[in-house]
């Protein structure tokens, strides 16, 4: 743990704040075209209906906040699934729950021709919701009960069978593959505000949610004899938990697509910085990730100009290595 004090911890808290806002101006500064700092604030406060101004707006500033409000709640998500699953290489990619969304959201679009945004948010919903039960319920067969290693094996099994699916979906409807691929790949580029706002409120209510949970999400990790000992009613509080993760990924997957990586990658990292104690892990994996996508998608922009990568490539190239250090350090030898 490096930040020891509470007030360490507090003002790295601060500094978190700032660097996201830095962030976000850097998102919306840097790009094929970079843009002054000048200009910037001149089509916020002095907008003319210019061609930059409209660019800066409508375009670069929704992709800024997009990729700041799906990494904050894909890197809460992956802390909190750590913690309920005792896994640490838990996450809402990795258990299904982003692969349940994005297939549902594919069915809804290929077959049914569905374009609401609002009707797409609780589709992912829905999809997150049936991965995570198929996740659990798999897991738990057997005398052993749920195991970090059988989570971990049930959830790659679910992720493959309901990407399989959706592949095969692609497969069947040639038209239908162009217009989702990008989406699948995931990214925040050509994404409105609407959208965001049609998410924001769940994503809002998941954030509070967390925080306010985070002092009992503590006593989980203690065990669940301890918990139940501390008078914890361990069965509503990992339901309550885990609806708070369906919601996050849900929302994130409506949003952006399947971004993989920001869930396994950040909670280590924010433990690195203040432990294991979820009133500081929990606000500052959200911080965390909300840098890191919005990093992850300026670097996207530069890597094959003029064209772009979709940031889920880059997440994946940044936690893959990640991934496969922690799976051989603590994760699956356990």
């Not at 007030?7 to 806002?21: E, P, S």
């Not at 700092?37 to 101004?53: P, Q, T, Y």
């Not at 049914?112 to 198929?134: D, H, M, Q, Y």
Request: with cysteine; charged share 10%; glycine share 10%.
């Amino acid at each position: 743990m490096l930040l020891k004090t509470n007030q360490a911890k507090w003002i790295g808290l601060f500094v978190g704040i700032v660097a996201v806002v830095i962030c976000i101006w850097g998102s919306i500064i840097f790009g094929y075209t970079n843009t002054s700092w000048k200009l910037a604030l001149d089509a916020f406060f002095h907008f003319n209906g210019s061609n930059e101004h409209i660019i800066i707006q409508n375009v670069r500033l929704p992709r800024a906040l997009i990729a700041a409000s799906v990494g904050a709640s894909l890197a809460i998500a992956g802390c909190l699934m750590q913690t309920l699953t005792k896994n640490p290489l838990a996450s809402p990619d990795f258990i299904g729950l982003n692969s349940g969304a994005a297939f549902f959201i594919v069915v809804a679009i290929v077959l049914f021709s569905v374009t609401s945004l609002s009707a797409f948010t609780w589709i992912a919903f829905l999809g997150a919701a049936v991965a995570a039960v198929l996740v659990f319920a798999s897991s738990s067969l057997g005398k052993e009960g749920t195991t970090p290693l059988k989570l971990t094996l049930a959830g790659v099994a679910i992720s493959a069978l309901f990407s399989s699916l959706t592949q095969g979906l692609l497969v069947l409807n040639e038209k239908a593959f162009e217009e989702v691929l990008f989406w699948l790949a995931g990214s925040v580029q050509g994404r409105k505000l609407e959208i965001l706002q049609s998410v924001f409120p769940y994503l809002l209510i998941g954030w509070i949610a967390s925080f306010m949970m985070a002092g009992k999400v503590n006593t989980l990790m203690m065990g669940e004899d301890v918990a139940k000992g501390l008078g914890q009613r361990t069965i509503l509080m990992k339901s309550f938990v885990l609806l708070i993760i369906v919601l996050l990924s849900g929302g994130s997957v409506a949003v952006a697509g399947p971004i993989g990586f920001i869930g396994i990658v950040t909670p280590h990292f924010a433990r690195f910085l203040v432990g294991v104690d979820h009133r500081w892990r929990v606000p500052y994996s959200g911080l965390l990730g909300a840098i890191l996508l919005i990093l992850a998608d300026i670097a996207a922009r530069y890597v094959i100009m003029p064209q772009e990568v979709p940031v889920g490539v880059m997440t994946a190239f940044i936690g893959a290595p990640f991934f496969i250090y922690i799976a051989r350090k603590r994760g699956l030898s356990k």
